[in-house]
T-cell receptor, first 111, second 111 residues
């Protein structure tokens, strides 16, 4: 059982470049989330989705976009990367009543 | 989203019990109390959750105050592998299951 799979694990971007962080889950969870974690800090919610075709902003959505065309996949798009987006990104999923299952994270550096 | 307050750090000796406190004075009636832990360079891992009654599982116990304004995560016999950051969060299943993560408690276990 794979759980939540995130790719890539590491990436270095130049300022102004764009990229997509991939997230896939195989647990048939309706809810999916993207968090970012800066060094020594807790997690901040970027975007979330309650089902295919439905997404909404979290605490820190600026500079990011998401889509949810299937139950399994929830990609996060960074447009015009900035140094402030250097962080570790975690994708998570859950069913209605249970806890989150997190992926192993994508470590992004913008230089 | 309701917030939680946790001590920044705690220490424990190996094989002794650990009580990790969490205050959530603004908890609403539909908020579940969840605990996660994060090992270095990993995504957060679900530990336990509850609504009103105390809960036990193979990893830990959760004691919830009668007024629900605080809770305590209990690790019955700490091991070196329990050294991690522990997050107490509130999760409202009526609000897309969104949660706010604070900075958590860093638990150090001494041999």
């Amino acid at each position: 059982n794979a759980g939540v799979t995130q790719t890539p694990k590491f990436r270095i971007l130049k300022i102004g470049q764009s990229m997509t962080l991939q997230c896939a889950q195989d647990m048939n969870h309706n809810y999916m989330y993207w968090y970012r974690q800066d060094p020594g800090m807790g997690l901040k919610l970027i975007y979330y989705s309650v089902g295919a075709g439905i997404t909404d902003k979290g605490e820190v959505p600026n500079g990011y976009n998401v889509s949810r065309s299937t139950t399994e996949d929830f990609p996060l798009r960074l447009e015009l990367a900035a140094p402030s987006q250097t962080s570790v990104y975690f994708c998570a999923s859950s069913s209605h009543s249970y806890g989150y299952t997190f992926g192993s994270g994508t470590r992004l550096t913008v230089v | 989203d309701a917030k939680t307050t946790q001590p920044n750090s705690m220490e424990s000796n190996e094989e002794e019990p650990v009580h990790l406190p969490c205050n959530h004075s603004t908890i609403s009636g539909t908020d579940y109390i969840h605990w996660y832990r994060q090992l270095p360079s990993q995504g957060p891992e679900y530990v336990i959750h509850g609504l009103t009654s105390n809960v036990n599982n193979r990893m830990a116990s959760l004691a919830i105050a009668e007024d629900r304004k605080s809770s305590t995560l209990i690790l019955h016999r700490a091991t070196l592998r329990d050294a991690a950051v522990y997050y107490c969060i509130l999760r409202d299943n009526t609000n897309a299951g969104k949660s706010t993560f604070g900075d958590g408690t860093t638990l150090t276990v001494k041999p």
